[in-house]
């Protein structure tokens, strides 16, 4: 499998994934016109996306999501709670997410398989993936309000994990948000914390591993270096300090990767 990065923060998240023959979109939050300078520039020509997924609700994983799969002729999947959104349902072909049992994506003969597993977060509900195929797993786990075990279980044992650093709490304490807005971040329907990143990070760093994407960093509140440290040092901590950690950008595609 590849992926590319080509978003990721508050103002919209999306990844190709290709795995053998098929090519995934997970979450389509871009805009329309920055969606297709994102895909042009992946040299993704149009109906040659085979399915979007979709995270949850939120706009900035949902926004695009049915214009992406109207006009690549994709399957839509999605938790069957948002099935009839209206960013969703412009997509002519949807079908609800099955939670929590090993199931193929498309044709079982194309061998993508996955488990969606519910993550804590103000948007019920949102889901966290395991993609596998030739052998090989990623893992996305993002738009989530505390490291809980039970979506660790589910997730572990992959070659690359994308994982939510959203804020530094210090940072986000002395920041500009409103009181309100500080409270839901940092509350159990918010974002990890780079913090609660490394707790997650210790309980899914296994012996795959081999690159960490460090997701939806605030640019208020956070910083790539405070993220990509956090995520070095539980590394060493855990012996491996051969493992790759990279931050997903708002403004730019990260380079391809090899899964
Ligand atoms: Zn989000
Ligand atoms: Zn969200």
Redesign the pocket.
């Known amino acids: 499998m590849r992926l590319r990065v080509l978003a990721s923060g508050s103002r919209g998240n999306s990844s190709l994934l290709w795995a053998g023959d098929q090519l995934l979109m997970l979450d389509a939050g871009l805009a329309v016109t920055a969606m297709t300078e994102r895909l042009v520039d992946s040299r993704v020509g149009l109906k040659s996306i085979d399915h979007v997924v979709v995270?949850?609700?939120?706009l900035?994983?949902s926004r695009t999501a049915g214009i992406v799969a109207k006009r690549h002729g994709a399957l839509l999947h999605a938790p069957a709670e948002i099935l009839e959104h209206r960013a969703i349902k412009r997509a002519p072909n949807r079908q609800a997410l099955p939670i929590g049992a090993e199931c193929y994506l498309g044709p079982p003969e194309c061998g993508v398989s996955f488990r969606a597993t519910i993550v804590p977060?103000?948007?019920h509900p949102?889901l966290a993936l395991r993609i596998e195929h030739g052998g090989r797993a990623l893992a996305l786990l993002?738009?989530c309000g505390e490291p809980r075990e039970e979506p660790a279980r589910a997730l572990s044992d992959t070659e690359v994990l994308l994982l939510e650093a959203n804020h530094d709490v210090d940072l986000l304490r002395a920041g500009p948000y409103p009181q309100s807005l500080k409270d839901r971040v940092l509350g159990p329907g918010g974002?990890l914390s780079n913090d609660q990143m490394a707790v997650m990070l210790r309980r899914l760093a296994g012996p795959r591993l081999h690159t960490v994407v460090l997701l939806h960093l605030s640019a208020q509140n956070n910083r790539p270096d405070l993220a990509a440290e956090a995520a070095r040092q539980t590394l060493e901590q855990l012996g491996r300090t051969d493992v790759r950690v990279v931050c997903a950008e708002q403004d730019r595609p990260l380079e391809t990767i090899d899964v």
């Open positions: 995270t949850h609700g939120h900035d994983h977060h103000d948007c949102t993002t738009d974002h």
